[in-house]
Nanobody, 126 residues
């Protein structure tokens, strides 16, 4: 499956953005879909993930209560990341990724993913 992330931009602290990850076909519903981010000078880190079989989302502690994964738009083969109450430290390039694995101990690790979108820049000003 091929992925394309979009929806990034410049927003003030406290604002919101919704990122989209469009998959090339409907098979994405079988995949575990995740969001990662990479800030300048830092390693890529896990943000959020949702397993295809359960639709139960999991979040990094740093975004819990502020970020959510809304219901996917199956007609458009698209999953989303709703980001509210944004902080300057959320500034990063955000990537969506897909894998067929659903093992909880591995789906927060970027090495588990073999399909990646190109990334979309999110900048939060203070």
């Amino acid at each position: 499956v091929q992925l394309q992330a979009s929806g990034g931009g410049l927003v003030q602290a406290g604002g919101s953005l919704r990122l989209s990850c469009a998959a090339s076909d409907g098979t994405f519903r079988r995949y575990t879909m995740a969001w990662f981010r990479q800030a300048p000078g830092k390693e890529r880190e896990f943000v959020s993930v949702i397993r295809g079989s359960s639709n139960i989302p999991y979040y990094a502690e740093s975004v819990k209560g502020r970020f959510t994964i809304p219901r996917a738009n199956n007609a458009k083969n698209t999953v989303y990341l709703q980001m509210d109450s944004l902080k300057p430290e959320d500034t990063a390039v955000y990537y969506c990724a897909a894998t067929l694995t659903e093992i909880l101990s591995t789906i927060r690790k970027q090495t588990s993913y073999n399909h990646w979108g190109q990334g979309t820049q999110v900048t939060v000003s203070s």
